[in-house]
T-cell receptor
Framework: ETGVTQTPRHLVMGMTNKKSLKCEQHLGHNAMYWYKQSAKKPLELMFVYNFKEQTENNSVPSRFSPECPNSSHLFLHLHTLQPEDSALYLC????????????FGSGTRLTVV | QQPVQSPQAVILREGEDAVINCSSSKALYSVHWYRQKHGEAPVFLMILLKGGEQKGHEKISASFNEKKQQSSLYLTASQLSYSGTYFCGTLTYNFNKFYFGSGTKLNVKP
């Protein structure tokens, strides 16, 4: 366990479904992130939250909708996804300051059919 | 802006050494190194903040050449447990963007 917990670990959804990914951390970090990891591609930053406020949206399509109700929880709401959205979605948290590294969750393996 | 890692993949025998390089076209403030085993979360190994800095984590160490805008990760006397994909991540001086490299897949065989 890394201290960042993601559920579910695996998700298969149809293109018309609505589902949500959940991330939880109790490390006392105030910054939380969503990353997308596709085969043979670098980790792609999707969203950044600092102290519950969204500070970055990396041109992510609106079919992905993040929510951060508090500093410990982060959600990614999914609707009308496309097959090319199939990937590993990683949540991460980080302490304040440039000297801290990211703590990642184990990810949700998403398959869109 | 994304750092370039080399090599993309390397196969080693147990006990052999390896070097993974990470270079950027931008001036860097810091470099991170992570390792991800198959089906697991990427794990933070170390961060280098100053040019010329070197750090170690067990038999894994790294250096940061600020002027050359690059970092190298050194794996000494590799063990089977070192297998995985190694990522560097770079933060540029304006602190605006952090990018991960594409990863280097390391396979250590008995």
């Amino acid at each position: 366990e890394t201290g960042v917990t993601q559920t579910p670990r695996h998700l298969v959804m149809g293109m018309t479904n609505k589902k949500s990914l959940k991330c939880e951390q109790h490390l006392g970090h105030n910054a939380m992130y969503w990353y997308k990891q596709s085969a043979k591609k670098p980790l792609e930053l999707m969203f950044v939250y600092n102290f519950k406020e969204q500070t970055e949206n990396n041109s992510v399509p609106s079919r992905f909708s993040p929510e951060c109700p508090n500093s410990s929880h982060l959600f990614l709401h999914l609707h009308t996804l496309q097959p090319e959205d199939s990937a590993l979605y990683l949540c991460a948290s980080k302490g304040q300051g440039a000297s801290y590294g990211y703590t990642f969750g184990s990810g949700t393996r998403l398959t869109v059919v | 802006q994304q750092p370039v890692q080399s090599p993309q993949a390397v196969i080693l025998r147990e006990g052999e050494d390896a070097v993974i390089n990470c270079s950027s076209s931008k001036a860097l403030y810091s470099v991170h190194w992570y390792r991800q085993k198959h089906g697991e979360a990427p794990v933070f190994l170390m961060i280098l903040l100053k040019g010329g800095e070197q750090k170690g984590h067990e038999k894994i160490s790294a250096s940061f050449n600020e002027k050359k805008q690059q970092s190298s990760l050194y794996l000494t006397a590799s063990q089977l447990s070192y297998s995985g994909t190694y990522f560097c991540g770079t933060l540029t001086y304006n602190f605006n963007k952090f990018y991960f490299g594409s990863g280097t897949k390391l396979n250590v065989k008995p």
